[in-house]
């Protein structure tokens, strides 16, 4: 069984300087792992440090994206002048060892034409396998009619995006997550569960946004299981009809929305991931270099899952094959 994941991170050092010349204030809370102790070590690492880990999980390929949030939390300028290097440096990667590496763009999205146009030259010119992206940029959400030339090159190259999450605001943190021990107030706001109302709400913004209606063949990538989102569609289903949309909630899902378990290695979450969006709409991912998952032990969840066997393979690799290949015709 070939297992491909598809949220392993990457940082460069250009990135983490343009980081540290944000005030502290505007810094996402992923600032500091990324840039100090093992995890910094690893991500800047595509060498043998990083294939031991893969073979000690037992993961074949790993589809390298930059560490959340990106290049959305800079200033437009910065981020323009990082995006094509950045996807240039994903795509050396890539080319230095194309049986363990695949790669997804970076986008500046604080100038959805100019990421539009880097998104098809990153995809054409470059070989990547489509974009991440990280939710907001800025105060803006991506339902924002701004973003509509990002999701029409998408559409238009057959390539998916892979949604992650990034920190909430700073007024949400402060309201809803401080007063704690900084490391719990910090983890409940990122990793513990803020990441996730985060990113899902994005997903929902985007559904009730209209984007999928007015983008029917966009593809949307989202990890930890579906971002929370799939354990509430049938209670938020009251809300699409209200807002008249033109399918449920579920449906919704099953046309524009893969998910992955980001190293959140869970039987329990993966039978309900199967009941609500099916085996053909799951990939796999293993959250290198954050999750356990992706030091040991990925190969085996799926092999010891109880699913057939021709599901496990459709998680592990096929899914994320047909895609690729889709992208190329």
Do not use: C
């Amino acid at each position: 069984m070939r297992v491909i994941a598809l949220e392993e991170h990457v940082a460069t050092a250009e990135l983490l300087n343009a980081w540290s010349r944000l005030a502290s204030s505007d810094r996402d809370l992923a600032y500091q792992p990324a840039k100090q102790g093992e995890t910094a070590r690893r991500l800047l690492d595509t060498g043998d440090v990083r294939r031991a880990a893969m073979a000690a999980s037992g993961v074949d390929v790993q589809v390298l994206s930059l560490t959340t949030p990106g290049l959305q939390n800079l200033p437009v300028v910065d981020a323009l002048a990082l995006q094509s290097s950045t996807n240039e440096r994903i795509a050396d990667m890539v080319r230095g060892d194309p049986t363990h590496f695949q790669g997804l763009a970076a986008l500046a999205t604080g100038s959805p034409v100019k990421a539009a146009a880097e998104l098809e030259r990153a995809v054409r010119e470059l070989g990547l396998d489509g974009a991440m992206l990280y939710g907001r940029t800025g105060e803006i959400s991506l339902d924002d009619p701004a973003l509509e030339p990002i999701w029409s090159a998408a559409e238009a190259l057959n390539v998916p995006l892979h949604l992650h999450p990034q920190s909430p605001p700073r007024s949400v943190r402060e309201a809803y997550y401080s007063g704690f021990d900084s490391a719990v107030s910090a983890g409940l706001a990122t990793h513990g569960i803020g990441w996730h109302y985060d990113s899902g709400l994005q997903f929902l913004r985007m559904v009730f946004g209209g984007v999928f209606d007015r983008h029917p063949h966009l593809q949307l990538v989202i990890g930890h299981w579906g971002e929370l989102v799939l354990f509430y569609l049938e209670r938020v289903q009251h809300l699409a009809e209200i807002a008249g949309l033109q399918r449920s909630l579920t449906e919704y899902a099953r046309t524009h929305l893969y998910v992955t378990p980001s190293g959140m290695l869970s039987s329990r979450y993966l039978a309900w991931a199967t009941e609500v969006i099916g085996t053909d709409r799951i990939l796999f991912a293993t959250d290198y270099p954050f999750e356990p998952a992706s030091q040991s032990g990925a190969r085996a969840f799926l092999e010891t899952s109880a699913l057939p066997i021709a599901a496990r393979e459709a998680i592990a690799s096929g899914n994320w094959e047909r895609l690729r290949a889709e992208m190329r015709r």
